[in-house]
């Protein structure tokens, strides 16, 4: 994947429009709201995991999984209202490309995430997958 499909800007854009949506979100909204401390900072290193991933920068310093692990009462349905948003947050970028490839990795993402959170809280159930 070249980096080339997208600048630093457009990654920034999607960031900051896509967590302005989080923070307001009825469901999602309150456990961001409640576990970030800092947003500029927490801004910055998402914008450095996008960086990473679309652009291949290695600027990404850090471990998702632990994190989201501890939080309490995580459901399937959160991960996918997240998947929802992330999605319609890209469908009007001007940048299809890099929308087509967030949304792709934002997809395994999740499904990793809501894999590692079951195991992690639930070992004596067997982790389900999201739809």
């Not at 800007?9 to 923070?23: G, L, N």
């Not at 998947?83 to 940048?95: G, R, T």
Request: hydrophobic content about 45%; some cysteine.
């Amino acid at each position: 994947m070249p980096a080339d499909i997208c600048t630093e800007e457009e990654i920034h854009q999607m960031v900051h429009s896509f967590y302005a949506r989080i923070r307001e979100d009825e469901v999602l909204g309150p456990i961001f709201n409640d576990h970030i401390d800092d947003w500029p900072a927490h801004l910055v290193k998402l914008e450095d995991f996008w960086s990473s991933l679309l652009r291949r920068t290695g600027r990404f310093m850090g471990q998702p999984m632990p994190k989201h692990v501890a939080l309490p009462h995580l459901t399937a349905e959160m991960f996918e209202r997240w998947l929802a948003l992330f999605a319609d947050n890209l469908k009007d970028n001007p940048n299809q490309r890099m929308a087509a490839q967030a949304n792709a990795m934002a997809g395994r993402i999740a499904q990793r995430l809501w894999l590692g959170y079951q195991m992690g809280n639930f070992p004596d159930r067997e982790a389900t997958p999201l739809p």
